[in-house]
């Protein structure tokens, strides 16, 4: 089973991916942000720093994603907070030209080479609701993040989602408190593992 949690920047995956990989006991895959060299730079500088942050997302996102699935290290559960495809995403509003064409090609190379996900559960959230909940956590590079970047950035998850031809849950996280509240957690969780099985009838 390979369940992904995907969302825009502070709704809340990390959380939710933890308590799903507890309930099924489940290999938790966190991506890991914070090890990108570049990111403190991008966000004071984006231009100048685009295309060396995807980059270096695309490459470390597909080592860890390709290590799970590896002879000797398989897991017979993952459950990650990150879909490979949101690199593609963030890809197509940070770079331009010569290096979204470059960076495309990388990705049309790299993404075939992974597995597909039983269930992604997309969580989304308004804005505003997205800049309290980054405000809360408090990474220092991310505390000048502007509610019009998260506005372009939920738009593009919007319509990537849209389309997106395989088993798939929406959740507004807005109201959900699934950390602090039991209820929230417990009917979330609920949702997650009615999808999961209706997507497992559907095969």
Do not use: C
């Not at 010569?98 to 997309?122: C, G, I, Q």
């Not at 372009?152 to 395989?166: A, C, G, I, K, V």
């Amino acid at each position: 089973m390979y369940i992904v949690v995907e969302g825009p920047i502070g709704v809340g995956k990390t959380s939710l991916a933890g308590r799903l990989a507890a309930r099924y006991g489940a290999e938790l895959n966190l991506e890991v942000v914070e090890e990108n060299p570049f990111l403190a730079n991008f966000y004071s500088s984006p231009e100048a720093y685009a295309f060396q942050v995807q980059a270096f997302f695309l490459l470390s996102r597909f080592k860890q994603l390709s290590a799970l699935w590896q002879p000797g290290l398989y897991h017979d559960s993952v459950v990650s907070d990150y879909l490979f495809d949101k690199d593609f995403i963030f890809a197509s509003m940070n770079l331009k030209d010569a290096e979204f064409a470059l960076y495309e090609d990388l990705y049309a190379h790299l993404s075939p080479r992974l597995p597909t996900p039983d269930l992604v559960v997309y969580l989304r959230a308004d804005p505003e609701e997205l800049l309290r909940r980054i405000g809360k956590r408090g990474r220092p590079f991310e505390q000048d993040m502007q509610a019009a970047y998260l506005a372009e950035l939920t738009r593009r998850y919007d319509e990537y989602f849209r389309t997106y031809p395989h088993p798939l849950l929406t959740i507004h996280a807005a109201g959900l408190d699934f950390v602090g509240r039991a209820e929230d957690e417990q009917a979330v969780l609920e949702r997650v593992h009615a999808a999961l099985t209706a997507g497992r009838a559907a095969d």
